[in-house]
């Protein structure tokens, strides 16, 4: 595992990392696919994707060995009422670590074997399940610790040097007021919710990706930080770090971006700095000062 050391004005943050150049990185799912949205990105209602959305063609292949769990197809008449991912199998690959392949074509998911080797064909991507276009989602869950993982932490290294994108810091009052943080010069000491836009680039160019950490600083000292390694499920609801774990609709703040916590403004000058990396270790970062009265 690799660590990645960010210094937001004298304030250390350990962040774990993708898994590069080790034994044990996981493969993609497909060489073929492009990712076009991925883990932690917002879902559109309120809280995130707890996977990664390839669009495309190509077969579907598993990214390590394990024992074949569970598969589903279309045709599967059990149960009446439609699976959002259509025809999906999962694999147990040991110590509570689940891999799960969703919306494979119908009819051509793969007879797997009790033992599924790396690599092998689970299926082609397709359309079944909740998809408009031709792909798949691919999804790791930890049973151990009821969590989803993030599968760029068990990935290699992807071939991408493009920092995220900052697109906007907002600051929020005790009266619901908000202002951009880059042309705000002065400010009335007090409380402010502080809101982070930011996007990572997917393979198409679009910024559509979530990143993987974001934190923010105030004069030294961290206000909050969103950690996208994994989420938590727990007593029915999903919940994510931010200095401690907290439900998701807590820091998905719709066109917003991403709620990091609030910040305390005292009289003088207030230097406030917002650091967001992604996966692959690229960092964006973003200064900015204020004169509170």
Same mark, same amino acid.
């Given at each position: 595992? @690799? ?12 962040? +774990? ?10 493969? !993609? #799912?497909? %060489? ?15 809280? #995130? ?16 060995? &394990? ?14 009422? #439609?699976? %959002? ?8 690959? &040991? ?9 494979? @074509? ?6 797997? %074997? ?8 689970? &299926? ?17 869950? /930890? ?7 993030? %599968? ?7 071939? /991408?040097? !493009? ?47 979530? #990143? ?7 004069? &030294? ?11 938590? +499920? ?60």
């Amino acid at each position: 595992m @690799e660590w990645l050391k960010i210094t937001a004005r004298g304030t250390t943050v350990m962040a +774990a990392a993708v898994c590069v150049a080790t034994m044990w990185a996981m493969d !993609r #799912p497909s %060489p073929e696919a492009v990712l076009t949205s991925n883990f932690g990105a917002d879902s559109g209602s309120g809280g #995130p994707h707890v996977g990664d959305v390839y669009v495309g063609g190509g077969v579907v292949r598993a990214v390590e060995t &394990g024992e074949a769990l569970f598969s589903r197809s279309v045709s599967d008449r059990a149960s009446r009422l #439609p699976s %959002p991912l259509g025809e999906w199998a999962a694999i147990d690959h &040991g110590d509570g670590l689940i891999s799960l392949y969703g919306r494979l @074509e119908g009819g051509k998911m793969s007879r797997l %074997p009790s033992v599924v080797e790396r690599g092998a064909m689970m &299926g082609s991507a397709g359309t079944t399940g909740w998809s408009k276009e031709r792909g798949f989602y691919y999804s790791l869950f /930890d049973r151990k610790e009821r969590q989803w993982v993030n %599968p760029a932490v068990m990935e290699s290294r992807r071939n /991408d040097g !493009r920092a995220p994108v900052i697109r906007s810091v907002t600051l929020r009052d005790a009266q619901d007021r908000m202002v951009d943080a880059s042309l705000a010069k002065g400010l009335v000491q007090g409380r402010r919710t502080v809101f982070v836009s930011t996007a990572d680039y997917a393979e198409t160019g679009e910024m559509s990706l979530a #990143p993987f950490r974001i934190v923010c600083s105030l004069n &030294g000292r961290e206000v909050g930080a969103v950690a996208l390694e994994a989420l938590s +499920a727990r007593d029915g609801r999903m919940w994510i770090y931010r200095n401690g774990l907290v439900p998701v609709e807590q820091v998905y703040a719709g066109s917003f971006g991403f709620e990091l916590g609030e910040a305390v403004f005292i009289r003088g000058q207030a230097d406030m700095e917002i650091i967001v990396q992604d996966a692959n270790g690229n960092v964006q970062r973003v200064e900015y000062r204020f004169t509170v009265e």
